[in-house]
């Protein structure tokens, strides 16, 4: 006993000692800077998701390298602005450097994550519809749920992959030396390859983004201005671009965004929210044999989220096919499968082990998250960065996979809403990460993780094993954080699968050659 | 310690001992006081940020726990003070599983600084505590603590009157260690942080009591007001659960009484919470059944 006490006032101090010398600064990955592996010089002749072509949208000729005008330009970057570049602006400089694609990405994830949470009720026990048109009041707009985030950042890629495939065309026509090369006397902040520098890739696609995301997030308008202005004069500061470049950089990213946005106005989100459909579908379920059709289990009740955005336009297949590849009916109530699966959560619910927990935990991507898609973006940016990929190569990955995804969530909501299944909290099951409001079958995680595993796993092959485990664990995340039966996540996985391969099957036919 | 990382949404909780981490009173050399305490906390309303609001969704959330804890007399003038307790949550409404399990391990050494003969005295205390449990610390408010390691520094002045009758006021200064959750990706600060590492916000504690004391603490009354507060950290946002990095303040106001006419005693504490930010609104009451051994006296005798 005394020994123990001995133990006891000897270790507190030193435990004290331990602690007081930790430093709570947090630490991040950090994300460098790259002369990517290949430059794609015929990127300019790649199938555009939007563009007719990569000529759509003209850009002017360039001063030549021997013009007054450019020389002025060489000459000011050179002695003006290269000379004032202050410690601030070579921060700004370091972080975009880690790519643009890669940034813009990160970017629209954390705003994405900063309005992913649901409406709260009002007085009157209603939930008030976020209001694009006032995106600043309670509720905020947008609802950045699994759907809309999937969406956002699929417009999001397709906007920066068509911009950048026109600005490779352009690069590649011009040929206009990066600023280093045509004055050797220029010592750039970032490493510089042989690609040409007009119009600036970093240019596009931060015009494009902006373009995007200023309509997908409306409240952030000021955010947003002031990350596309540091982007721009980022690529100044470094030395790796006269103005000229960021100009028509600029405008060609602008006109890209903006027929990307034109397209995304009539892709039927704008009835997404259509709650009017509901009682038809919950009529169709019952007659399919659905015995107790899905219920909000919110108090007060919650309208179900995007009941149509099963609607919405897909990208890399069509509506016939959309329901042709619709997993087929799941267990009904009273059969002996469902209640094998029943049985399999309430075994977990009673005793859920710290790796169950961990694993719903970790795959959970619940609100305040940049959910699901938004994870995957994450997997996807990260391995297209490891190895290196030119900016347009980074942007073709993202669209391959952000459109897979957006296709998932389309795809598997029509699911959702054609069978209206109850959830297992219908059956008095509690959970461990919190319960969507809408219908269980198929689990859109299981949906997302296996289109967006699929598509990465294609791209980057010797990681396939990797990427099939994760989405795997994703699927099972459901079924551990008693939100899903099996049945869901199983069915969810296959969908997704079919799904990928519908995105491989446009990257393979879009010219890249990959 | 429990009390402090329990604060979250979960509850103001206290610990109930023979003597506290917070109290003058001291186990004579060479004598120990086991206690075993139950807690119950619940708390219906709660601060989202300011916003003072109930969630249908929730209900009344609940947390028990039962504490052992040791206190023992190293010399009259210092003593040690470990417990661990068993923590339990539950929410009357919505789908959210409740939690269980072992908490924290907490350690305090306090120490008689100064006393004159008009009653004055001056009490240094340092403590720390440690998880012991795996437990989740980011389901709030459903989760049983946070998992950070603590240090606490504090000061207790106190004035006892001839008759009894007691003032004591005490601060303290607590470090809490960043932690690690399950994720690797979390939103705080109005931003996302790429990493499973989360920042736990610092925290204050100051009280004042009144109370009345007699027979050598075999009886004891008094009223506190406390008030924990964060040093730093961010609010809840709008519609959404607590997290780790919130702000957590609180104060409350409550009562403690102590009988202990032999070796067996009882003490009972309620406290609730007037007035916070990212805190429950909670109404919490203890039982502690108290146990005083005499193991060294009686082993060095032999």
Redesign the interface.
Known sequence: MKNILKYIIITIPLGIGGLLSCDKTITEPVKEAYVPVSLDEKAGTWKTYVLGSANEVPVAAPKASNDAAYLKEIDSLKNKILPAVTAENKKAVVYWGAGSVYRWNEIARELAARYNLAPAANAEGKYPVPDAANPLADPKFPFANPPYTARALAYLSVAQYDALVSAWNYKYKYNRKAPSKNDASISALLPVSDLPSYPSEDAVVAAASYTILVAMFPGEVPYLDSKLAEAKNARVWAGANVPSDITAGDALGKAVGAKIMAKAKVDGMSAANNQALTAGMVENAKKIGVKNPWVSQETPARPPMLPNYGAVTTWNFDRPTLEKIRPIIPYLENSAEFQKDIDELKVIEKNQTREQARIANYWADGAGSYTPPGHWHRTAANAAHEAKYSEVRMARTLALVGTALMDAGIACWETKYYYYTPRPQQFGVKTSVGLPNFPSYTSGHSTFSSAAATVLSSIFPDQASKFDEQAKEASNSRVYGLIHYRVDCEMGLVHGKKIGDYAIARGKADGSGY | MLRYALLGLVCVTSSVYAQMPHDVIYMPKKTACLAVSYNNSSWKEYWENTLKREN??IGTLSTESVMPMLA?G?TDKLN?I?GLPYVQTKAS??????QKGIQDLS???KYELVKNDKGLSLHGV???S?PVG?Y?P??LPMSIGLQA???TGRLIGNYTHKSGLYITAHASYM?R??IK???????AD??????N???IPNATDVALRLGYIKDGSRIQAEAFVDKFSCVGGDNI?????P?PTNNMTATSVGFYGKYQPKNVGLNVRIAKVIDGLNVGQSFSYSVGLLYQIN??KKSEKK
Request: proline share 0%.
């Open positions: 249908l969704n023992v190293l040690v470990v409404a919505g789908n959210l599983m409740g350690g305090w050494l340092l403590g720390a440690t795996n989740v980011d389901f390691k603590t240090v470090y260690s960043n959750v399950d994720r690797d990706a979390y939103q109005n931003r996302v942080y790429n990493t590492e989360v920042r946002r709008r519609n959404d659960m997290f193991y060294f």
